[in-house]
């Protein structure tokens, strides 16, 4: 594993970013290097301290040792995929991750969804494109973290990794808000509805079936889940 670059590209820092306050943490994961490059230079002068792999081993072990707080991932790549990555992060990480994949098939945009990334995407790289995005992610987090309930009304306080910009790894509060971030993603695809409103539908199932909405939204991700696996079953 490159460990001793992946360090030294967190918190790069160059004499047109020296000035600009750190958004957050970024992971980002490409097998082209030149594209990882050029991904790592534009989202660090935009603010961001960067953490890159170009492999999903390498990734995940990363995301586990420096618990940064959005993956952006490529999905075509040798070995683990993107979406195994993603899987991992959402799984035992409680991490949100958008895409960055050249794919825009029925069977690609499905498996998007069905993860519930927070965005997705399309090739050829277009910093200028991709930085605004990370940035509306990154916003759209902030606001689900502030919107969800304290913890211990949801459930009881679980020491888990940091999935929210913003917010200390310990908080109890980071898994319950990255939940509802996927969940809402998830309705975001299913329907076609911009996040804000997928999170007002969020609420509403919430409080029709008189549940947290943390608590609704595992629902929904255990449900995406469970089809997802019925569909791969022969």
């Given at each position: 594993?490159?460990?001793?670059?992946?360090?030294?590209?967190?918190?790069?820092?160059?004499?047109?970013?020296?000035?600009?306050?750190?958004?957050?943490?970024?992971?980002?994961?490409?097998?082209?290097?030149?594209?990882?490059?050029?991904?790592?230079?534009?989202?660090?002068?935009?603010?961001?301290?960067?953490?890159?792999?170009?492999?999903?081993?390498?990734?995940?072990?990363?995301?586990?040792?420096?618990?940064?707080?959005?993956?952006?991932?490529?999905?075509?790549?040798?070995?683990?995929?993107?979406?195994?990555?993603?899987?991992?992060?959402?799984?035992?990480?409680?991490?949100?991750?958008?895409?960055?994949?050249?794919?825009s098939d029925e069977e690609t945009v499905a498996k998007v969804k069905a993860l519930g990334?927070?965005?997705?995407?399309?090739?050829?790289?277009?910093?200028?494109?991709i930085v605004p995005a990370v940035d509306a992610a990154f916003a759209n987090l902030g606001a689900l973290r502030r919107d969800a309930?304290?913890?211990?009304?949801?459930?009881?306080?679980?020491?888990?990794?940091?999935?929210?910009?913003?917010?200390?790894?310990?908080?109890?509060?980071?898994?319950?808000?990255?939940?509802?971030?996927?969940?809402?993603?998830?309705?975001?695809?299913?329907?076609?509805?911009?996040?804000?409103?997928?999170?007002?539908?969020?609420?509403?199932?919430?409080?029709?079936?008189?549940?947290?909405?943390?608590?609704?939204?595992?629902?929904?991700?255990?449900?995406?889940?469970?089809?997802?696996?019925?569909?791969?079953?022969?």
């Open positions: 594993m490159r460990e001793n670059h992946a360090r030294s590209v967190a918190g790069r820092s160059n004499p047109e970013s020296v000035a600009v306050s750190r958004k957050g943490t970024v992971l980002v994961v490409d097998d082209n290097r030149l594209v990882l490059a050029t991904l790592a230079d534009g989202l660090s002068r935009a603010g961001y301290d960067v953490i890159d792999a170009d492999n999903g081993d390498d990734a995940i072990l990363l995301a586990r040792q420096h618990r940064p707080d959005l993956a952006l991932l490529d999905i075509r790549m040798e070995g683990k995929s993107g979406f195994d990555v993603a899987a991992y992060l959402r799984t035992y990480c409680q991490m949100p991750f958008m895409f960055l994949s050249a794919f990334a927070v965005d997705y995407l399309v090739k050829p790289i277009d910093v200028g494109r309930p304290p913890a211990a009304a949801d459930a009881p306080a679980v020491a888990r990794p940091a999935g929210v910009p913003g917010t200390p790894a310990a908080a109890p509060a980071e898994p319950l808000a990255s939940v509802v971030a996927m969940a809402a993603g998830v309705l975001m695809h299913r329907y076609s509805i911009a996040r804000a409103e997928a999170l007002l539908r969020l609420r509403a199932l919430a409080q029709a079936e008189q549940r947290p909405l943390a608590e609704q939204a595992e629902r929904i991700v255990a449900a995406v889940e469970e089809l997802a696996a019925t569909a791969r079953s022969p």
